[in-house]
């Protein structure tokens, strides 16, 4: 079984100020692990995920995430907030072969200026 | 031109109206995705196909069907729709030959069951 929590339904930050959203994991495999990003009336985009590869994953538009076995987390991270990084943010997780990506239940950032 | 096209992207229907979502890619992928997607509950899985004769439940099946018309085609059908049905629907594809399965999204549909 594999599950996902996010922590905080709901992100606030200043401009310029760093993003934090938090992603915990659980998976009885080693997982696949990504952070998709929902723009208003949008579809959901791939932002970057995790492969087994580095343990620093880089994705677009500035965003990263490091994987921690240790802590079972894969916290998605950006130094300096830009307005349009204002949207709803999905971790999900997959357990290799395993077709099943579940998902956590998103966490919405608002930048205010 | 987008890789996963959805139609249509909004739909108003009433109770007991029979009907279709569809879902066409471009990617050459063998694997297609039905999720619905609910304010504070994420996105989940209806029903997935790894191939055209191959048709599996998800976690919410019940009221809904499918058809996996070609590679490129996968529908959703609600044969009765009812209120609570109302939602953003997704279709995604994957292909695990990339040895991770990654899943990319269609831009979905949003229904309304009046």
Redesign the interface.
């Given at each position: 079984a594999q599950s996902v929590t996010q922590l905080g339904s709901h992100v606030s930050v200043s401009e310029g100020a760093l993003v934090l959203l938090r992603c915990n994991y659980s998976s009885s495999v080693p997982p696949y692990l990504f952070w998709y990003v929902q723009y208003p009336n949008q579809g959901l985009q791939l932002l970057l995920k995790y492969t087994s590869a580095a343990t620093l994953v880089k994705g677009i538009n500035g965003f990263e995430a490091e994987f921690k076995k240790s802590e079972t987390s894969f916290h998605l991270t950006k130094p300096s907030a830009h307005m349009s990084d204002a949207a709803e943010y999905f971790c999900a997780v997959s357990g290799g072969s395993n077709y099943k990506l579940t998902f956590g239940k998103g966490t919405l950032l608002t930048v205010n200026p | 031109d987008a890789d996963?096209t959805q139609t249509p992207r909004n739909r108003i229907t009433k109770t007991g109206k029979r009907i279709m979502l569809e879902c066409s890619q471009t990617k050459g992928h063998d694997?297609m995705y039905w999720y619905r997607q609910d304010p504070?509950?994420?996105?989940?899985?209806i029903y997935?196909s790894?191939d055209v004769k191959d048709i599996n439940k998800g976690e919410i099946s019940d009221g809904y069907s499918v058809s996996r018309q070609a590679q490129a085609k996968f529908s959703l059908s609600l044969e009765s729709a009812i209120p609570n049905q109302t939602a953003l629907y997704?279709c995604?594809t994957s292909d695990?030959t990339d040895?991770?399965?990654?899943?990319?999204?269609?831009?979905?549909t949003r229904l309304t069951v009046l």
């Open positions: - | 996963v694997r504070g509950l994420g996105l989940r899985l997935y790894f997704f995604a695990f040895g991770t399965d990654t899943q990319y999204f269609g831009p979905g």
